[in-house]
């Protein structure tokens, strides 16, 4: 069973579209829909926008189901040179921009508990990543960090402020906190994202614009990815 975690409707209908033999049901307000997409075991669900409503998600289908890993799609603010609108970025590793007790003397990000800034995502599954990515026409991929916040990012600043602090490529809203539900299961992840906008001043525009040329993007690849996981 792979499990699949987008926070937005528009980023989960094309997956359910696509799924057949589908099963569903709604726990603490989240729809679970169980059943197979390109011939693979999955479930597909939209956790809502932000950490809180991402980590509920991930928990509960962790619990429910017992993915072996899991993907969150969809898509993202874009940050640094090169990296284009409807370009992918897979994360070589998440962070949560916004966890912050630097006045405590912690460095920014730092998570206590899980006592680190950086949660890596799986190399053999960002390998198949970059594998499926290759198999769509004309689709550029870039890896690095994705900062994650319960912020939209629109502005020269906030973009610049992550680029130095947690040299992120792509900054978004879910991502870190499904990787910290993730890795404090044990259950190997990723964060997959088209780019959507820039995350810069132009983001507010930008953003409603190439929403769903982004979301055509990850699916494009979800679709090359999920074969290579059977
Ligand atoms: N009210 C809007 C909120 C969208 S928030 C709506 O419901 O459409 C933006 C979503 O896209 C989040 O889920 C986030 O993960 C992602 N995203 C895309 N660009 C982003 C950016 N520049 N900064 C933060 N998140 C971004």
Do not use: W
């Not at 921009?97 to 920014?108: A, E, I, Q, R, V």
């Not at 992550?162 to 991502?175: I, R, S, T």
Request: hydrophobic share 45%.
């Amino acid at each position: 069973m792979i499990g699949l975690i987008g926070a937005m409707t528009v980023e989960v209908e094309l997956i359910k579209g696509s799924m057949t033999e589908k099963r569903e049901e709604t726990i603490s307000g989240i729809t679970f829909v169980q059943g197979k997409l390109e011939g693979v075991d999955c479930v597909a669900a939209v956790s809502g926008i932000g950490k809180v409503n991402a980590a509920m998600c991930a928990q509960t289908m962790i619990l429910r189901y017992h993915p072996r890993l899991i993907i969150n799609t969809g898509v993202a603010g874009g940050m640094g040179k090169g990296i284009k609108i409807s370009d992918i970025v897979v994360a070589d590793s998440v962070v949560q921009h916004d966890m912050d007790t630097s006045d405590l003397g912690d460095p920014k990000g730092f998570i206590s508990g899980i006592d680190r800034i950086q949660i890596p995502c799986d190399e053999e599954l960002n390998d198949k990543v970059r594998a499926a990515a290759g198999a769509v026409e004309g689709l550029a991929c870039h890896q690095g960090i994705i900062a994650t916040g319960d912020q939209f990012v629109g502005s020269k600043d906030k973009l610049n402020r992550l680029m130095e602090e947690f040299g992120a490529v792509a900054c978004e809203m879910e991502g870190g906190s499904i990787g910290q539900v993730c890795y404090i299961n044990k259950v190997p992840f990723t964060v997959v994202r088209a780019i959507s906008d820039n995350a810069n001043d132009d983001a507010h525009m930008d953003y409603p614009k190439f929403l769903k040329i982004a979301v055509k993007k990850s699916f494009e690849l979800l679709t090359e990815l999920m074969p290579l996981l059977a």
